[in-house]
């Protein structure tokens, strides 16, 4: 697998080394600030409620717009990027996840939440959190399944201290003003763009300087161009509309990685699926404990323990999931990861006690800690760098679909039959179903091309008399995928 996209194919100073554990801190706060506010919002469920005298598949509406759009607005992401580059994309999503919030604090329906605090907040969130995680494929190489794990125990920093922070506001001041603190906390977003400035090459380097604008794979197709490329006849530069808006989507969206690389295509479905169940919990876990006679403080403290659980493992995960041992099988710690997390919600079936519930937060926390850690890291090892950014943004922009429609689809079923429970069993089908598929999956692509790596060793060691009997043309043969599929050239 080609390491870091075009940052990696010329000897980049930054990389691994100096400023660039400063990014990393920066993406671990950015992480804290985006992923994990969507967490708090299960504390505010019932006053939301009662607010705007809502049921619960109308209520849910506003957390599921709000991640939603955080997965989904991959693509826009994608071109702010490519065109402005990570640290741009940063700062303007603070800017609107800050006004999204301020703007909330006003809302006097539950549908102008759903475009203020559901679109605005997620959209600026979204720019904010995968230009992060875009800016430290740049910056690291040799630790960067390492820095994937600690920028993601940003959001085990989130979830740890968001719900916290949202009782006590809430109790002191009301919802109304808490949302209006939250929009000067995102504005923080901002601070941390401004501290990841663009990879700049060692002096030396065949590659000219970057504009403050200009990508490292932008510039690593330059570089390629102008070290000898043949250059196609000018009428042939001229596309036509239709393949313009062609290139265009495949640019941004990897239509094309998701059509020839199986091991993406996959990943992306099972995920995809997945996302159908694994926030269910986050947005009715503290609902469900307060319908059950939980304390309200102590309902948003479950949420706080899955989150300070996260900090302790996912480092850990990382770490574990960086050894040679795995390299090639991240996909099935992710799996079993995936297929822990649908296990323990029938713990929360069997009773709903507040011991029996901190011990299902602890368990899922483990599992989650997994998920957290190698979601993007086994994203990178399925596509490279060069292309990681259009892989993210298609894949998120399917997940988000799920993200959206999973929550309000489970509250109207919760409203219909009054019974919390099949929250946590409908979690259950999707996470287990969705484990099995990707694990399952990948074990048999990966020996169908053992099978073929095989066919292949008589056809190169044959003796020189044979070559009469070899095919014509042995170019399909050639492109089969390589034996270990989900690092794939493209």
């Excluded at 740049?138 to 940003?154: K, P």
């Excluded at 590659?207 to 510039?219: D, F, H, V, Y």
Aim: proline fraction near 6%; charge should be positive.
């Amino acid at each position: 697998m080609s390491q870091g996209g075009g940052a990696a194919r010329g000897p980049a100073k930054p990389q691994d080394q100096g400023w660039a554990w400063m990014v990393l801190l920066a993406a671990v706060l950015l992480q804290a600030l985006t992923l994990g506010f969507p967490s708090c919002i299960g504390v505010f469920f019932t006053d939301l409620q009662h607010e705007f005298q809502a049921s619960n598949s109308e209520t849910s509406w506003f957390p599921s717009i709000m991640v939603a759009v955080l997965h989904g607005g991959g693509p826009l992401c994608s071109i702010l990027v490519k065109r402005f580059g990570c640290r741009f994309a940063v700062m303007l999503g603070g800017l609107l996840s800050g006004v999204g919030m301020v703007s909330s604090s006003f809302c006097r329906s539950i549908s102008q939440l759903y475009l203020t605090a559901g679109l605005i907040t997620g959209l600026g969130s979204c720019f904010s959190f995968q230009a992060g995680v875009t800016v430290l494929g740049y910056y690291f190489v040799r630790w960067r399944t390492l820095a994937n794990a600690m920028a993601s125990t940003g959001v085990s920093l989130g979830f740890t201290l968001w719900p916290l922070l949202s009782q006590y506001l809430l109790d002191e001041m009301g919802w109304r003003s808490t949302f209006l603190i939250f929009g000067g906390i995102l504005l923080n977003c901002c601070v941390c763009g401004a501290i990841m400035r663009p990879v700049e090459l060692a002096p030396g380097s065949p590659l000219q300087s970057p504009k403050p604008a200009e990508e490292p794979g932008r510039r690593a197709e330059g570089a390629r161009l102008s070290n000898g490329a043949s250059y196609p006849h000018p009428k042939l530069q001229q596309p036509t509309r239709r393949t313009a808006c062609f290139q265009t989507l495949q640019k941004y969206l990897a239509f094309d990685i998701l059509c020839q690389n199986k091991g993406y295509q996959i990943y992306t479905i099972g995920v995809t699926w997945m996302m159908m169940g694994f926030a269910l919990p986050h947005v009715y876990l503290v609902p469900y404990a307060i319908h059950n006679g939980v304390e309200e403080r102590r309902a948003a403290l479950l949420i706080s323990v899955i989150g300070l659980i996260n900090i302790l493992i996912r480092p850990l995960t990382g770490l574990l999931s960086g050894h040679r041992v795995f390299t090639g099988r991240r996909i099935y710690l992710f799996s079993l990861a995936v297929l822990l997390c649908g296990l323990s919600n029938f713990i929360c079936v069997i009773s709903a006690k507040f011991s029996v519930l901190i011990v299902y937060c602890v368990i899922l926390s483990i599992a989650m800690s997994g998920v957290g850690a190698l979601t993007f890291q086994v994203l990178m090892d399925v596509v490279e760098m060069e292309r990681f950014s259009s892989a993210l943004g298609l894949f998120t922009i399917l997940e988000s679909i799920t993200l959206l429609i999973g929550p309000p689809l489970t509250g109207l079923l919760v409203d219909i039959t009054n019974d919390f429970h099949y929250v946590f069993y409908n979690s259950s089908f999707f996470l287990i179903s969705a484990a099995l598929f990707m694990g399952l999956s990948f074990c048999a692509l990966e020996k169908k091309n053992k099978l073929k790596e095989t066919s292949k060793v008589p056809l190169e060691n044959a003796p020189r008399y044979q070559y009469n009997e070899m095919p014509a043309d042995p170019q399909p043969e050639s492109l089969s995928p390589p034996a270990v599929v989900y690092i794939t050239s493209i």
